[in-house]
């Protein structure tokens, strides 16, 4: 062999190495990748199904939500209505409390009239009395003068 043949074996056999070694590195690299895309396709699924987790949970908290302010609507339309009809009874009351208090003097007038006229009957009834037994007394006396006579 000669040297110009040796300087080309020793090159082809650089380049033999040189393409084995490629040929390695490239074969660790689609492993790599390949490992490296199954990771990423599984961190994928994983962050989906946890996507789909929170899309579900928000689904159902909106749910709620609008359960609960459909509550708190017919909570607040029952008080509203609650607090009307008290404030319509509490008028009501205060009216009755009025009518009574206007009615008042007329009753105590009425009372003072009523006292005032059984007043005057008594007087009346007691003066009648009292004229009977004049009548009597002035009778007896009438009599007794007669019988002593």
Request: charged share 35%; proline share 1%; with cysteine.
């Amino acid at each position: 062999m000669t040297s110009p043949e040796a300087s080309g074996f020793d090159e082809i056999q650089q380049i033999q190495e040189a393409q084995d070694r490629l040929q390695r590195s490239l074969e660790v690299l689609k492993i790599n990748h390949q490992r490296d895309h199954m990771m990423v396709l599984e961190l994928l699924e994983e962050d989906k199904l946890r996507f789909d987790g929170l899309k579900q949970e928000l689904a159902d908290l909106k749910e709620l939500h609008e359960r609960e302010m459909g509550n708190l609507k017919e909570e607040l339309l029952s008080s509203k209505d609650k607090t009307d009809c008290r404030h319509h009874e509490r008028k009501e009351f205060h009216d009755a409390i009025e009518a009574r208090h206007s009615r008042l003097p007329e009753a105590e007038q009425q009372q003072q009239n009523m006292e005032r006229d059984e007043d005057t009957i008594l007087l009346s009834s007691l003066g009648k009395i009292i004229g009977m037994l004049l009548v009597v007394l002035t009778s007896i006396l009438v009599f007794v003068s007669m019988a002593t006579q």
